[in-house]
Structure formats: C-alpha cells, structure tokens
C-alpha cells in the first residue's frame, strides 16, 4: 500500500501549483483520499477530500475557490491543483488513503510522505 505525493515547490504568492498523489499497491476505487497539511508550529489540518467515486468533494473555508482536488482512476492518482496561493499556504503537504467515504481525518489511516510547499509574499 503506498501513497506517493509530487509537485510541490517553491511559488510567489499568487502562484499555481499542481500536487500529485500516486497510488499503488491497493484497489484504488475503494478508498477516499484526502489532502492534508501541516504548517510549521501548527497541527495537521484537512485541506480537501475525494470520495471513492470522485463524485463528492470537500475542502475546507480557507481554500475554497481557490483548490480543485480530483481524481484520475486510469493513473491511480488524485491531484491538488492549487492557485491564487498565499503565504498562509506554506506547509508539507501529505495525501492520505481511507476505506469509507468520510471527512473525518482521523479515518484516514493510509499516509504518504509529504511534499513541501512555499509560498512567498
């Protein structure tokens, strides 16, 4: 089971990126997949979420408008395409795998490594 995370990098704010998140080892239409991030000195928060299906999405207040996550089934891969970013964006950016169909991050118990994302005023 692994959870592969990509494309992050560093941007001025305003800037675009595109997060990848590859997944193997693991039937991939049986798992959500969630977003996550976490900023130096604060918790872990959940950023955005995909359900098995792709057919419902979640984000949270502050990235609203802003990040588009989705889903490729013939890559195995979710993507967070990420624009008119903001300094407040700066974190390790993880994806995560979980067997329901749910926005509750403690369910997400498939973790991959993270990929580092600055933005610059």
């Known amino acids: 089971f692994q959870l592969q995370a990509s494309g992050g990098g560093s941007v001025q704010a305003g800037g675009s990126l595109r997060l990848s998140c590859a997944a193997s080892?693991?039937?991939?239409?049986?798992?959500?997949i969630g977003w996550f991030r976490q900023a130096p000195g604060r918790e872990r928060e959940m950023v955005a979420a995909?359900?098995?299906?792709?057919?419902?999405?979640w984000y949270t207040d502050p990235v609203k408008g802003r990040f588009t996550i989705s889903r490729d089934v013939d890559k195995s891969t979710v993507y967070l395409q990420m624009i008119s970013l903001k300094p407040e964006d700066t974190a390790v950016y993880y994806c995560?795998?979980?067997?329901?169909?749910?926005?509750?991050?403690?369910?997400?118990?498939?973790w991959g490594q993270g990929t580092l994302v600055t933005v610059s005023s």
């Open positions: 995560a795998a979980t067997f329901r169909n749910t926005v509750t991050p403690s369910a997400y118990g498939f």
């Open positions: 080892g693991f039937r991939f239409d049986d798992y959500a």
């Open positions: 995909i359900s098995r299906s792709g057919g419902g999405t």
